[in-house]
């Protein structure tokens, strides 16, 4: 099938796709890497009257550090992000998610902002935002502001953003000292998007200690959820294993899966389960 | 023109396969279907028109991407390569060579995009692993052959190269 018609704009500032933003209305979107939207248009699930892309943005295409704080632009291309050695260096844990997107052909094109404001709950940019604790700056014509990535995501395919919003940049605070990380999807096939992913940053001392930690999980509750109650689990242990089960079902007791034709409800919370001890176990291994 | 109004129809330059075109295009055109209709360029094919195929991959500045998800005035001053130009003359790709070869091919309907999505690979990893291939294609579907002798076309393109 082909989109409806629409009209289109290409502006070369970020200042000028807002003006255009506002002047479409509530019928104009901002097209991005298109990976998820151009699919929408094409199969006629959504149809819009004017598109503004972002595609010749070069002020939102940028990886850089703010003190203790890697930025992120949000017209970064997810392969962008994978191969980026600022990346790896500063947070290791984002290029893996980024390797985990898609297909290549898919990677090359589609950008870390658009998979976020798509906000499909099984995505992997918006875990790892939500168990980072990233700030997304979001910008409309006349105002600037900043959400965490944690109050972001309202729903499936639903987010804190207005109309007349653009995501700019993504803000991931850097692996602390010491920090370890764990990131297990389960899907079909590469590329697939998760049936259930779970990934999880833990601080440890000399000793291997717990002493502080995030954990969210993706593709089984209506927004990636951030699940506090593990984390009170687990820290001040040092990765045991009856500790680790009891995390593990801390975990898929806070999550409230829907089942479809890749996993029923039941399915997705036994995986939360499963994945949960796997990713905490990858991450104590990484300090051995 | 000026890009920063909102118009339905715009001219486009792009460069496909060495080639310089100027065309005016409805803004919604996909860059698979101006290939196809308006260049004559009908060896990318489109199987699914939303991205999951694979079948209309294609090089777009040095980059594989799926055609099906870019409108043609997303590409204006682009350079693109198709599999109409892999071939130097009357001497195949190495890559078509090997899928001609290790009978890569049945029906021939994916083949244009594997050979896209396989030559960004060898592009990005020019020694991959057999698992490194599986991943590297994982996003072209293929209804005849069961990719195994697709994997061994690759993987004999990755072997001579080393040689």
Known sequence: MKPAPFTYARPDSVAEALALLQAGGDEAKVLAGGQSFVPLLNLRMASVDAVVDLNRLAELAYIKRDNDTLCIGAMMRHRQIEVSDDVKAAQPLLARAAAEVGHLAIRNRGTIGGSLVHADPAAEWPLVAVMLDAQLVVRSHENTRTVAAREFFLGPLTTAIEPNEILCEVRFPLAPVGAVWGFQELCRRPGDFAIVAVTCQLSLDHSGTCSAAALAVGGAHATPLHIPDVETVISGSKGEDAVIAAAAEKAAAAVDPSGDVHGSADYRRRMVKVLTARALKEAWAKAA | ?163
């Open chain 2, 1 to 163: 023109m000026d890009d920063s109004q909102f118009t339905d129809r715009q001219t486009i330059h792009v460069r496909v396969n060495g080639q310089d075109y100027e065309n005016e295009v409805e803004v919604r055109r996909l860059l698979a279907d101006f290939l196809r209709h308006d260049l004559g360029l009908t060896a990318t094919h489109l199987g699914c028109e939303h991205g999951v195929c694979g079948a209309c991959t294609i090089m777009m500045d040095g980059e594989s991407i799926r055609s099906c998800l870019l409108f043609a005035v997303q590409a204006d001053g682009a350079e693109i390569l198709t599999v109409e130009g892999l071939a130097k003359g009357d001497e195949m790709h190495p890559l078509q060579q090997a899928f001609w070869d290790k009978h890569a091919l049945q029906c021939g309907f994916c083949t244009s995009g594997f050979l896209m999505s396989a030559y960004d690979l060898l592009q990005k990893n020019p020694h991959p692993t057999q698992d490194e291939i599986r991943h590297g294609l994982s996003g072209n579907l293929c209804r005849c052959t069961g990719y195994a002798n697709i994997i061994k076309a690759v993987q004999a393109v990755a072997e001579q190269s080393q040689s």
